[in-house]
Every structure is written in structure tokens, then in C-alpha cells.
């Protein structure tokens, strides 16, 4: 079983910025893939963000790319999401996703709002 917990959402001004955080626990983090998903009310299927394979491949989607950056810190069991030059767009509730190649199981964490406004 992997729990992921995820923090840092929060309200932010347009062009501001936001790090958010993923501690995950309960699986041999550094073999996991780990990603971004978000979800507005309006898109009620999640959106894939960004991605980053245990080797540090990173995708992105087309809408974020050069604003945001996934990285992770497998000492830490923690993957991050910076994001910067934020838009209302982004508005949405960000979750974490471990890909655990070993069982082939997806887990996801709870949830953070991001909310960009004015």
C-alpha cells in the first residue's frame, strides 16, 4: 500500500508562484513514476500535468510547459511540482499519482486546490 500526501496549494495572484509537494510512503519510491494530474469542475477527467519516470524523464503538457518543473528527491520519498508565471487556467485541484512499475498499481494522493486570482 503507498500513501502519497500532497501539499503547498493555495491562493496566488496571476503570474505568481506556487511549489507543491508530494511525500509519498509504503513503496520503494525511487522504481516509482510519479505525476501531476489536475482536475476542474469543468474537466471532471483528470488532466495529466507532468510526469517524471524513476530514470528523471519529464513530460509536460503543452499548457504548462516552460512554466512548470517536476522534480523529485528520492532521499526524501518527495516529488515536486514548481509553478510559475501561474494563470487562472491552472485553477483547479492538483493530485499526485504513483506509478509503482513493480506491481503495475496506480495510487493517488488526496488532493490540493490551487486557486489563481485576483
Known amino acids: 500500500q503507498v500513501q502519497l500526501v500532497e501539499s503547498g496549494g493555495g491562493l496566488v495572484q496571476p503570474g505568481g508562484s506556487l511549489r507543491l509537494s508530494c511525500v509519498a510512503s509504503g513503496s520503494i519510491f525511487s522504481s516509482n513514476n510519479m505525476a501531476w494530474y489536475r482536475r476542474t469542475p469543468r474537466k471532471q477527467r483528470g488532466e495529466l500535468v507532468a510526469?517524471?519516470?524513476?530514470?528523471?524523464?519529464?513530460t509536460y503538457a503543452d499548457s504548462v510547459k516552460g512554466r512548470f518543473t517536476i522534480s523529485r528527491d528520492n532521499a526524501k520519498n518527495t516529488v515536486y511540482l514548481q509553478m510559475n508565471s501561474l494563470k487562472p487556467e491552472d485553477t483547479a485541484v492538483y493530485y499526485c499519482?504513483?506509478?509503482?512499475?513493480?506491481?503495475?498499481?496506480?495510487?493517488w494522493g488526496q488532493g490540493t486546490q490551487v486557486t489563481v486570482s485576483s
Open positions: 499519482n504513483a506509478d509503482v512499475v513493480l506491481t503495475g498499481i496506480n495510487y
Open positions: 510526469r517524471i519516470t524513476s530514470g528523471g524523464i519529464t
